[in-house]
């Protein structure tokens, strides 16, 4: 069964260092979607994308995040400048289509930042 | 977005169905009932997805009353491997899924 991969596995980064977490969608979806869930606590959605643009985005995704889709395979989410708060599991997602259409998660980034 | 509530915790044996039933009174018309499965350091894996009536795959079965006020997540026969969190998600726009704490299911030997 097809799925969805993320790299690094787990990612240690200096305070105020920029960040890029990777993630390879399922090759025919065209819906692509980061999710975060610090230790503990519930996944939370943070942006979904589609057409190589935000389709919507939540009020943790400020502007030291960004996504992007720079070839037909990769998806990607930067934070630039890291704080710590932003130590979490990053997860991408990817569905086929928009309604009524289960996402389908890669198995997340760890990322810590000192 | 639908509010669902389920219980925070239970607990089972090996070789026992497992039921979890979510409630989520303020469903709208076009709202679908979906479960996640997540397993410590692993992403949320969707388990099955339903309107109304019952629906049944290769892991589980979702039973959903005419109001569809509720749902049930019936587990058949659990192992020890499928201690997880399951989450009830209510909603009709897949842009954003919103997980509550979900349920913690504990599968002993």
């Known amino acids: 069964e097809p799925e969805v991969t993320q790299t690094p596995s787990h990612q240690v980064t200096q305070m105020g260092q920029e960040v890029i977490l990777r993630c390879v969608p399922i090759?025919?979806?065209?819906?692509f979607y980061w999710y975060r869930q610090i230790l503990g606590q519930k996944v939370e959605f943070l942006v979904s994308?589609?057409?190589?643009?935000?389709?919507?985005k939540s009020e943790i995704f400020d502007d030291q995040f960004s996504v992007e889709r720079p070839d037909g395979s990769n998806f990607t989410l930067k934070i630039r400048s890291t704080k710590l708060e932003d130590s979490a599991m990053y997860f991408c997602a990817s569905s086929e289509r928009l309604l009524n259409q289960p996402q389908h998660f890669g198995d997340g980034t760890r990322l810590s930042i000192l | 977005l639908a509010k669902t509530t389920q219980p925070i915790s239970m607990d089972s044996y090996e070789g026992q169905e497992v039921n979890i039933t979510c409630s989520h009174n303020n469903i709208a018309t076009n709202d679908y009932i979906t479960w996640y499965q997540q397993f410590p350091s692993q992403g949320p894996r969707f388990i099955i997805q339903g309107y109304k009536t019952k629906v049944t795959n290769e892991v589980a079965s979702l039973f959903i009353p005419a109001d569809r006020k509720s749902s049930t997540l019936s587990l058949p026969r659990v192992s020890l491997s499928d201690t997880a969190v399951y989450y009830c998600?209510?909603?009709?726009?897949?842009?954003?899924?919103?997980f509550g704490a979900g349920t913690t299911v504990t599968v002993r030997a």
């Open positions: 994308f589609y057409n190589n643009e935000i389709s919507e």
């Open positions: 090759s025919n979806h065209l819906y």
């Open positions: 998600l209510v909603g009709d726009n897949d842009y954003k899924l919103s």
